[in-house]
């Protein structure tokens, strides 16, 4: 895989604050990363450290020569007499520099470099700018592009500005919480774009089902450090219980041997003649292990409220009944998108044909229920029905 790029031994502190210390880590071609921290813990400062808008106080980025890459900040910021439109053309990304050449070019008598510049323009589409832009932002609910940018809100603002990030078609894309002034269908349209768009992602987000989506590898933050993951966020909470329970493990341990070490260092003060320097030397050194105060809080991530207003289906008065059996008796329920819901209850009360019933296969005695249509939700059910439920499954569930 081509490297895109390359951090290296990267230190960043404010005062007495250390962000990071000593972090390296790589983005190749096709790549796309969640980066995940607790609040505080410099997620912004480390995009703004990528892009060049911050300094730091060691270590190395390198960037693959000539790549195109865009940045979407947390609070971007525009000169506020500028129009919606205007906005997109502000940062001087490369095309909008071409288009900004292009028309002195045309301004000037016999037009020089008239030709290259065509070449130019029609490799890097920048005919196509305006059109492009005029239709992400209106896919992003923006729709009067004259209007100026000091009447919009944050949530607008921010739009226009994920636009701008999107026209260009970077290689790689830098986006700090690029969802939380998103409605669900902005949201999935985004979803939609950026896995069809043939880039490599970097991205902040607190919306763990648009992570999930979106991003097939984690980076994460923590004490300093960073730690890569190599699959989802489930995946992530995976592995980082097992990193959190093997440092446990390990000051444990310490503690055991730190306890018999401390007797020795207490009993024989007198005795610790020059041979047992080494064997003090490593008592403060268990010390260290032994006291570290680790903590195993996992980043929390949200389930954005938007997503749950999406229905899967809807029961309303549902009867059901086989002879003098009632499985249900005026049942009704909305199940929205990513709720989970365990069915229990004794063999024989209907369970099974309750699912049935949501597939379509048994007809309820009341009105039908309305059931929007779902393929992964149809195979889950099968699953479910012919009671294969093993733990794996489960967990899936869970997630
Ligand atoms: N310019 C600055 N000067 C001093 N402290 C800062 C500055 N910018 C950010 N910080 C501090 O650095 C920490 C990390 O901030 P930030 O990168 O915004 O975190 P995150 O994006 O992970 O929430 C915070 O404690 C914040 O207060
Ligand atoms: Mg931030």
Known sequence: MVSYLQV?????????????KDISFGIAEG????????????????????????????????YRRDLKVAYL??????????????????????????????????????????????IRMEHEKAWDYERQAKQILSQLKIRDFNQKVKH???????????????????????LDEPTNHLDLDMTEWLEEYLQRANLSLLMVTHDRYFLDRVCSEILEIDNRQVYQYKGNYTYYLEKREERVNAVTVEIERANNLYRTELEWMRRMPQARGHKARYREDAFYELEKVAKQRFNNDNVKLDVKASYI???????EHLFKSFGDLKILDDFSYIFSRYEKMGIVGNNGTGKSTFIKMLMGEVQPDSVPLILVKRYDLVIILKMACSLMISSRLLMWCKT
């Open 8 to 20: 290296d031994g990267l230190t960043k502190s404010f005062g007495d604050l250390i962000l990071f």
């Open 31 to 62: 790549q796309r990363v969640g980066l995940i921290a607790k609040n505080g813990a410099g997620k912004t400062t480390l995009l703004n450290i990528l892009s060049g808008k911050e300094g730091y106080d060691g270590g190395n980025i390198v």
């Open 73 to 118: 900040e947390q609070d971007p910021h525009y000169p506020e007499e500028l129009t919606v439109l205007e906005a997109c053309f502000h940062h001087g990304n490369s095309t909008v520099e071409l288009i900004k050449e292009y028309e002195k070019c045309m301004e000037t008598e016999g037009h020089p470099g008239l030709e290259e510049l065509l």
């Open 152 to 174: 919009l809100s944050g949530g607008q603002l921010k739009r226009v500005a994920l636009a701008n990030t999107l026209i260009t078609e970077p290689d790689l894309l830098i």
């Open 309 to 315: 207003g999406s229905k899967i289906f809807e029961a």
